[in-house]
């Protein structure tokens, strides 16, 4: 939080400087500007950058090829498949690809929560706390190809591009411009799937 502090404060000061020389008709020097934007230790305005994975999303096999095809090009993807075979791997790397790109607006992760009734009353938290276990599949493959520190900006409330939410919280919700990744379909009974 100390840095993003950091950087809307460099943010602040190098606009009033720009807006000060701008009145004077000063015409500021690439090397001013750069000195501007690096003081406090800030090296760029904006998103502190982390390295994450940005090697292209591979086939390692025929029926990934064939999936990772079927997300290109179609709305609506069924993929089943042994556990370890890349599903929800291939799925959720998309979609951050999809993100990065622009080509959606957010990132919407649901699955079905085993226990009576769907209650996740007996874990500690908000909801987003309760449900973290849950969504830790995706969550990780989504750090790695967004980066740790935009996932967080991305899964701020406010912000929105990234929401999890338990798949009984899904009735009646409308999804414009937006992946949906509902992960461990086959623990979702008929009646449930009816109403999503």
């Given at each position: 939080m100390g840095r993003q502090k950091a950087v809307i404060?460099?943010?602040?000061?190098?606009?009033?400087?720009?807006?000060?020389?701008?009145?004077?008709?000063?015409?500021?020097?690439?090397?001013?500007?750069?000195?501007?934007?690096?003081?406090?230790?800030?090296?760029?305005?904006?998103?502190?950058?982390?390295?994450?994975?940005?090697?292209?999303?591979?086939?390692?096999?025929?029926?990934?090829?064939?999936?990772l095809n079927a997300i290109d090009n179609k709305q609506?993807?069924?993929?089943?498949?042994?556990?370890?075979?890349?599903?929800?791997?291939?799925?959720?790397?998309?979609?951050?690809?999809?993100?990065?790109?622009?080509?959606?607006?957010?990132?919407?992760?649901?699955?079905?929560?085993?226990?009576?009734?769907?209650?996740?009353?007996?874990?500690?938290?908000?909801?987003?706390?309760?449900?973290?276990?849950y969504f830790r599949p995706v969550y990780d493959v989504?750090?790695?190809?967004?980066?740790?520190?935009?996932?967080?900006?991305?899964?701020?409330?406010?912000?929105?591009?990234?929401?999890?939410?338990?798949?009984?919280?899904?009735?009646?919700?409308?999804?414009?411009?937006?992946?949906?990744?509902?992960?461990?379909?086959?623990?979702?009974?008929?009646?449930?799937?009816?109403?999503?």
């Amino acid at each position: 939080m100390g840095r993003q502090k950091a950087v809307i404060k460099a943010r602040r000061e190098a606009k009033r400087v720009l807006r000060r020389d701008s009145r004077s008709h000063k015409q500021r020097e690439e090397e001013s500007v750069t000195s501007l934007v690096q003081m406090s230790g800030v090296e760029a305005i904006g998103m502190a950058r982390d390295s994450r994975d940005t090697s292209p999303i591979e086939a390692r096999n025929e029926a990934q090829a064939h999936y990772l095809n079927a997300i290109d090009n179609k709305q609506l993807i069924f993929a089943t498949g042994e556990a370890g075979c890349g599903k929800t791997w291939i799925s959720a790397a998309k979609a951050a690809e999809a993100l990065i790109h622009k080509d959606v607006d957010r990132i919407i992760v649901t699955r079905p929560v085993l226990q009576a009734d769907e209650d996740l009353g007996f874990l500690p938290g908000d909801i987003a706390e309760k449900f973290a276990p849950y969504f830790r599949p995706v969550y990780d493959v989504l750090v790695k190809r967004l980066g740790a520190s935009f996932m967080q900006y991305c899964l701020r409330p406010e912000i929105g591009k990234v929401e999890i939410a338990p798949f009984a919280y899904m009735r009646g919700r409308t999804f414009e411009n937006a992946v949906v990744i509902l992960d461990e379909a086959q623990n979702v009974t008929a009646a449930q799937m009816k109403m999503f």
